[in-house]
């Protein structure tokens, strides 16, 4: 079966970084996506990976391997407003996007 | 903002109720899609419109029926549900329906069964 795995939830202090890890079982793979969503909003795009390496985006960045099935975000300089859940998908050979739980992150100050 | 607008935020009905959840999406996308969200679980595709025709249905009981009339607006009609469906209905909307593009998420419709 396919399968998306990530932690259900995480802490870190402001100011910090922290790593979001998400391993995959895709038939196939033509990508993944991380998403973020706030308490009560809609889930907004934050990237897309299809090739190995990282991706960087102001403080967040995205990393794939697809040899291990794997995929990082990384935030740095957290602030408060970084707490949210944080989706990762995989989108399989014919196209269909496999969700996972989501990671939920708290920031301490 | 992100274009795409639900209504209503929240609703609360009985098994016996019919009700409609709404979704505009302002991009001129021609895609549209709903998702259930239920607590740590993953997200839930239940219906994709592309160009205003069904290209996907994810075994969802029949109590559940879409409606798209056209490429901006899409609706869930809801009759005779259950206790379990209570959960976050989450319309997205995408240019192309195959996925590739990015999701633009509308902030959902809460819903509660009693």
């Known amino acids: 079966g396919q399968n998306i795995d990530q932690p259900t939830e995480m802490t870190a202090t402001e100011g910090a970084i922290v790593q979001i890890n998400c391993t995959y079982q895709t038939s196939g793979f033509n990508g993944l996506f991380w998403y973020q969503q706030h308490a009560g909003e809609a889930p907004t795009f934050l990237s897309y990976n299809v090739l190995d390496g990282l991706e960087e985006k102001g403080r967040f960045s995205s990393f794939l391997s697809r040899s291990k099935g794997y995929s990082y975000l990384l935030l740095k300089e957290l602030q408060m407003k970084d707490s949210a859940s944080y989706l990762c998908a995989g989108l399989d050979s014919n196209y269909q996007l496999i969700w996972g739980a989501g990671t939920k992150l708290i920031i301490k100050p | 903002e992100t274009g795409v607008t639900q209504t209503p935020r929240h609703l609360v009905m009985g098994m016996t109720n019919k009700k409609s959840l709404k979704c505009e999406q302002h991009?001129?996308?021609?895609?549209m899609y709903w998702y259930k969200q239920s607590a740590k679980k993953p997200l839930e595709l239940m219906f994709v419109y592309s160009l205003e025709e069904r290209v996907e249905n994810n075994s969802v009981p029949s109590r559940f029926s879409p409606e798209c009339p056209n490429s901006s607006h899409l609706f869930l009609h809801l009759h005779t549900l259950q206790p379990e469906d209570s959960a976050l209905y989450l319309c997205a909307s995408s240019q192309g329906g195959d996925n590739t593009g990015e999701l633009f998420f509308g902030e959902g419709s809460r819903l509660t069964v009693l």
């Open positions: 991009l001129g996308h021609n895609a």
